[in-house]
């Protein structure tokens, strides 16, 4: 073995995985089981204690999803990753280690559609309130921290235009209030974007998108930096106060620079139960093998079909922050010199008739709401996902009646432009 270290599209096909040691499987099977014999009483006490690493019961982890828990860790460049069942149930994860009822956290306005609802009115219901800023003024972060501030949380490229965020100014910014800086990489993935380099102390994502990239499975994860000290000031209990479930265990003093991602597991996801099933992690392995090559695909044909858009007489504007005019572009050239990402918004010049027209017009690109497939997909926010708004929030939130919002696939870029274009042209 040469002591290179190995190469990004080299960590996405084999982190994590070796022959099962058993039958010398080489693909990572699929352990289909709920539960693991103990080799003895004192084996079981101290899995159960938390003094050894094992195998229990599948909603605390199992060995296929191990796999795929090791390898996100090492494409984002952190210590230790958590996988859950979706990307929203990685959010309530993520957020009960860190704050208690009464606490506060800072989200970019500019997010997920399902992720504004799940801050404003599930966790409202627990206690937890969101203040929103916004990614284009660093300042409105920093006015809104206050001492009940536990957490800082952004997108690196932001939905639904696919703008980027300035993750090393809001990083600064968490350091200073002393609060750990969450970034949902859904829409760049690592290939694109490792928020851990920038400052993030934990990375999320919805592995339904482009990491398993196929449409196929549901699937989140929580990947722990390793970075942020939880002993400070009493701020952070479940890390850093004896845990009365663990015989009054300390997890920061017992687990260092990976117990984030231990309390996620034997806190969050053993009380909780939001437990990725195993074969939707084998679909997700597979999936991870070839993101280098399809994100690199996904990037190239959305610069083609943004360029596309911008000439086009009917198109009003296109934001893609991969155009050299665009108000995002340096930060993309920063964050993302391999491309932008797959997902961005243009306008009609027709308003929100020529919207629901082009809908239903394209052929080739599937209108529904989702993104990170191999497909290309189309949707028109604000008479879907956004219908519910009054005309000046779905301005706002960037889904005004003459927006349309794309996820470009991997099929030929030629197809995909003469599907846009018969459907603009008709
Ligand atoms: C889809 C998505 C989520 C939610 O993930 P699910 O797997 O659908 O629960 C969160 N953040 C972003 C950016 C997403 O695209």
Known sequence: ?????????????????????????????????????????????????????????????????????????????????????????????????????????????????GSINQFTHAF????????????????SFERAVTPRTKAIFIESIANPAGSITDIEAISTVARKAGV??????????????????????????????????????????????GTFDWSTGGKYPMLSEPRPEYHGIRLQETFGNFAFAIACRV??????????SPFNAFMILTGIETLPLRMQRHCDNAKAVAEFLAGHPAVASVSYAGLPSDKYNQLARKYAPKGAGAVFTF??????????????????????????????????????????????????????????????GIEDKEDLIADLEQALGA
């Open 124 to 139: 409202k219901s627990f206690g937890w309130n969101v203040v929103w800023a916004d990614p284009d003024d660093i300042a």
């Open 267 to 276: 806190l969050g996801l053993r009380d909780l139960g939001p437990a990725l």
């Open 1 to 113: 073995m040469s002591d290179r270290l190995p190469g990004f599209s080299t960590l996405a096909v084999h982190a994590g995985a070796q022959p099962d040691p058993t039958t010398g499987a080489r693909a990572t099977p699929i352990y289909q089981t709920t539960s693991f014999v103990f080799n003895d009483a004192d084996h079981a006490a101290s899995l159960f204690g938390l003094q050894a690493f094992g195998n229990i019961y599948t909603r605390i982890g199992n060995p296929t999803n191990a796999v795929l828990e090791e390898r996100v860790a090492a494409l984002e460049g952190g210590t230790a990753a958590l996988a859950v069942a979706s990307g929203h149930a990685a959010q309530v994860v993520v957020l009960q280690q860190l704050l208690q009822p009464g606490d506060e956290f800072i989200a970019a306005r500019k997010l997920y559609g």
């Open 347 to 408: 306008s009609l010049k027709g308003g929100y008739d020529a919207g629901v027209n082009l809908v239903s017009k394209l052929q080739l690109f599937s209108h529904l709401a989702n993104v990170g497939d191999t497909r290309s997909l189309v949707i028109h926010p604000a008479s879907t996902t956004h219908s519910q708004l009054d005309d000046a929030a779905k301005v706002k939130s960037g889904a005004g009646p003459d927006v349309v919002r794309l996820s470009v």
């Open 180 to 225: 750990p800086l969450i970034v949902d990489n859904t829409l760049a993935s690592p290939y694109l974007i490792r928020p851990i380099d920038h400052g993030a102390d934990i990375v999320v994502h919805s592995l339904t998108k482009f990491l398993g990239g196929h449409g196929n499975s549901l699937g989140g994860i929580i990947v722990d930096a």
